[in-house]
């Protein structure tokens, strides 16, 4: 070998990025393969990962006093991390790199546990894929405590996808511990941005091209508060479905709040003109609406609907359909009623319609009744196929409640809010939808601290992509909460 030979390979070898404690803590001698694949917590197993997501770390739930982790390609880029406890914090440079250069290709994970008396023991291989698709740089998310007891600790946030970066976009701490909600965006499509407060500094608050002003939306002719928000495309309009809710807290069911509509019908906000207006739909005061959801292009407006209950009613016999009507931009004016999914011909009820991005598929949530699944159990995501109108779940549902769902900007990625892990608290999962609609396996989002989950308290809710980073601080926000909100006009249309 010559001495240039000699220095490339040695080159090669420096590339192999790793993170040791000693020569000791790496494979060694005879190794016992184990027919099995360790178990891991997070579970980042045999899953498909964006090519800019923060580092899996994870722990090793296996007995051993020293724990080595290979990451391999066919790329021949490496990754090599050992510990001592089996917490496996991964390097970000070298995983950054890793995925960098295997984008649509697969990483191996070899996992080693060395026992007590030295014997290195290897599991089988897991193959993890990177996806070609990148998922939206920023996650916006509610951190509430999980049972809605307490209100005094409410923030929205923002975390930084492709790192452990977060950051507090708004904490209720600095309006008085006025309930902060809502939080809705364009799709990436614009900066349009808006949330909710109620309490004292109440009003829909809306942040777009560096104007941040509070309205009031709330006008005579409008009974009840505007909710549920959802921005069409242009930026132009929002659609608010107004409710008249009622919540009762079960001492002995397994569900701990039920949320019924006692009303419900949708309205417009025109941004420009500052107008609100009621969404005129045939025979409307025979059924309640709500949670609107636009197409990708504006043209259409899905909905939930349900018939009117009266004053003896059963809350279990509730049920909503999927609908749609089509709109009018110019004219401000929508068509006739559209029956998209008839849940309720299969005893069941639907809830948070959200389109992807080319407007081929709608996922929503799907329970045994009522409008607020969240605290149902039998909760689960299906897809709408609107090329042809088939219905089915997705493979990544588990046995408790899955809810509250967003699309990343490519239409690739979807997160949700799942209880999968005690039945009680939701955390945010991500999962690589293909171009066919069908979901891989989902992971929860990783956290610099792999034990995370296991100590933190409060619930992932409302957890929304963006390409877009709001920059508010709580002056700005405290400030304009203390002024008085610009009144809404409405408008007959």
């Known amino acids: 070998m010559s001495e240039n030979q000699f220095y490339i390979k040695q080159l090669r070898l420096v590339f192999i990025f790793s993170f040791v404690f000693g020569c000791s803590n790496q494979p060694n001698g005879k190794i016992i393969n184990i027919e099995k694949k360790a178990i891991l917590e997070p579970d980042y197993s045999e899953i498909t990962i964006p090519p800019n997501i923060a580092p899996l770390n994870f722990v090793v739930k296996e007995a051993g006093s020293a724990y080595f982790i290979k990451f391999s390609s066919s790329t021949g880029t490496e990754l090599e991390v050992s510990s001592r406890v089996g917490i496996i914090h991964i390097p970000e440079k070298g995983w950054r790199k890793m995925l960098k250069n295997n984008i649509g290709k697969e990483i191996k994970v070899d996992i080693y546990t060395k026992s007590e008396i030295g014997q290195w023991s290897k599991f089988s291989t897991i193959t993890n894929k990177v996806a070609i698709e990148t998922i939206d740089p920023y996650l916006y998310y509610r951190l509430v405590f999980p049972g809605y007891e307490s209100w005094t600790e409410l923030s929205i946030n923002r975390r930084n996808l492709e790192s452990f970066e977060t950051k507090s976009l708004i904490e209720n701490s600095v309006v008085d511990e006025n309930c902060v909600n809502c939080h809705s965006f364009n799709n990436g499509k614009t900066d349009d941005f808006l949330f909710h ?133 110019i004219k401000r004016t929508f068509g006739e009623v559209e029956l998209v999914f008839d849940a309720i011909q299969v005893n069941k009820s639907v809830a948070f319609p959200r389109i992807s991005p080319d407007g081929r598929f709608l996922v929503i949530t799907v329970a045994d009744y009522g409008c607020f699944p969240i605290w149902h159990k039998e909760a689960d995501l299906y897809s709408v196929d609107l090329s042809n109108l088939k219905v089915i779940p997705l493979d990544l549902n588990s046995e408790y409640t899955e809810s509250y769902h967003s699309w990343s900007s490519n239409g690739r990625w979807l997160i949700f809010s799942s209880k999968r892990g005690d039945g009680l608290t939701a955390r945010p999962y991500i999962a690589y939808i293909d171009k066919d609609g069908f979901s891989k396996k989902p992971f929860i989002l990783p956290q610099e601290d792999p034990e995370f989950y296991q100590r933190f308290l409060k619930s992932f809710n409302i957890p929304e992509f963006s390409t877009i980073e709001i920059k508010l601080n709580p002056g700005e926000i405290r400030n304009l909460a203390k002024t008085e909100a610009t009144q809404a006009k409405w408008s007959k249309n």
């Open 197 to 329: 407060m109620r309490g004292s500094m109440g009003g829909t608050y809306f942040h777009s091209k560096g104007e941040f002003k509070k309205i009031n939306l709330k006008t005579k002719e409008i009974k009840n508060g505007a909710v549920y928000p959802r921005w069409h495309p242009s930026g132009k309009f929002v659609a608010f479905s107004s409710n008249k809710i009622t919540q009762r807290f079960h001492a002995a069911d397994n569900k701990k709040v039920e949320v019924t509509d006692l009303e419900s019908s949708l309205v417009l906000y025109d941004v420009a003109k500052n107008e609100i207006m009621d969404i005129k739909l045939t025979d409307k005061d025979k059924f309640m609406d709500t949670y609107p959801e636009w197409s990708p292009g504006g043209k259409y407006l899905y909905f939930c609907r349900a018939a009117q209950i009266g004053q003896n009613y059963d809350y279990k016999q509730i049920k909503y359909n999927l609908c749609r009507v089509s709109f009018d931009a």
